[in-house]
């Protein structure tokens, strides 16, 4: 198989025009799955169990007749991991306990201060930090088997304090990932429901006889998941709606040409439309990574599904300097960044936007997956520019504390009476003059 993937230039005068055609990505679903997912949202939110159940029956090819036979015991989490092989606990718990430790630190705590400025005596002001009551965990299932999602999305909020993890995952034909479920176990999930597609996330969005709603839903999914998350939105909270897996290489040439062309398969073995590019400042390196491209892709064993996106997403493009590499990054705004360069360093406050950066030729974007401990769930599709990477945070809310004192609301009453005057509200105003004396 050859493998064919442009080679651009930002010496090119429709340059910027070329990119941004590149990263193009229609992210919306067709009509027929808008349709489908509109039909099955109402169906489970008028008849609950029964819904999921038959959706359950015809999609997943189970049979069951009652949502008692999808829950799972947590006796079957614990059996899955026990029956791991030492390697593959070890590795589980190893990762676990990473993504544990960095995600402590992001805990959010409340906080309160005394108002100290003229005429507020006695007034005080703060924020108040609340764990989100109940969550529901999207997980891709059958043969699609991605523990590390359980982690990424478990880990954080258990560290966060949510009252009750409810984890939905398919089992088409009764297919179970293990390693899954095990991860449910390390984790502490508290419910698992064999249900997935559409119908799982309406579910969860508006509960049913047997599963509560949920107050958020995260986790990935196919289009009819990412549909069904887009429209119950509002309902409940989401994490996101991810697009293609993307990473983008900025090197100067000092690296691995063969460590660079698997970084690029890496991204691109996860579907057809994610995207791997490489800014680099040495034409030379390109033509090699290019020889390793060509070289190593027959080896794969998703050498189709690399090709493809190299071919239609994938792009080698030589840039003038670094600081000009840092300007197409931030343009690009990518899920991944990885700084391939002798001393990466001095180039990180370039970097205005970008998921997540990993830093030196090491750090290779694979072992944030699973193991380096930042989350893996990253802003796609440009949105880094004004997103954040899945964390504690998304599973605490804040809420404001308000306590004015009796003089603190003769100075703070004049200030709203104006400005509410001026609205033309004037309830508004009346509510605030009444405190006033005199």
Not at 12 to 36: K, N, V, Y
């Amino acid at each position: 198989m050859s493998a064919q993937i442009r080679r651009l230039s930002s010496a090119e005068p429709d340059f910027i025009a070329t990119l941004d055609a590149l990263l193009a990505f229609e992210g919306s679903t067709d009509a027929a799955i808008e349709q489908a997912v509109g039909d099955i949202l109402t169906n489970v939110r008028k008849n609950g169990d029964a819904a999921v159940v038959e959706y359950t029956r015809r999609f997943d090819h189970l049979d069951v007749s009652d949502m008692a036979a999808l829950e799972l015991p947590r006796a079957d989490l614990e059996a899955a991991l026990a029956g791991l092989s030492d390697e593959q606990r070890q590795a589980l718990e190893a990762a676990a306990a990473r993504v544990r430790t960095y995600h402590e630190r992001q805990v959010l705590e409340s906080w309160r201060y005394n108002d100290e400025s003229a005429g507020m005596a006695g007034t005080r002001l703060g924020q108040k930090v609340t764990p989100l009551d109940r969550v529901g965990l999207y997980v891709p299932g059958g043969r699609a088997s991605y523990p590390s999602s359980v982690l990424m999305n478990a880990i954080p909020a258990k560290v966060a304090g949510v009252g009750e993890l409810i984890m939905v995952v398919p089992t088409p034909r009764g297919e179970r990932s293990q390693l899954v479920l095990a991860a449910a176990a390390i984790t502490g999930v508290d419910r698992v429901f064999t249900i997935g597609g559409a119908q799982a996330v309406a579910a969860l969005a508006y509960g049913t006889q047997t599963i509560p709603q949920v107050d958020k839903i995260v986790g990935p999914g196919n289009a009819y998941v990412a549909s069904a998350k887009r429209r119950v939105f509002g309902t409940v909270g989401i994490d996101m709606v991810a697009g293609p897996s993307e990473v983008l290489i900025i090197s100067d040439g000092t690296g691995n040409p063969d460590w660079v062309a698997m970084d690029l398969f890496a991204q691109a073995e996860h579907d057809e439309l994610a995207q791997s590019i490489l800014l680099c400042t040495d034409e030379d390196f390109i033509a090699r990574v290019e020889t390793s491209i060509a070289r190593l892709l027959p080896e794969m064993p998703r050498r189709d599904t690399i090709a493809t996106s190299l071919a239609n997403r994938g792009a080698l493009v030589l840039v003038r300097d670094l600081a000009e590499a840092c300007e197409v990054a931030n343009r690009i705004a990518p899920e991944h960044l990885e700084l391939s360069l002798a001393d990466p360093y001095q180039w990180i406050d370039q970097i205005r936007h970008a998921g997540a950066i990993f830093i030196g030729h090491y750090s290779v974007e694979a072992l944030g997956d699973y193991c380096a401990g930042p989350n893996h769930v990253l802003p796609t599709m440009r949105s880094a520019r004004f997103s954040s990477p899945l964390g504690v945070y998304d599973f605490q809310k804040r809420t404001s504390l308000i306590d004015i004192s009796e003089q603190g609301a003769q100075t703070l009453g004049r200030i709203a009476s104006v400005l509410a005057h001026g609205e033309g509200l004037q309830a508004h105003a009346r509510s605030a003059e009444m405190r006033l004396k005199g």
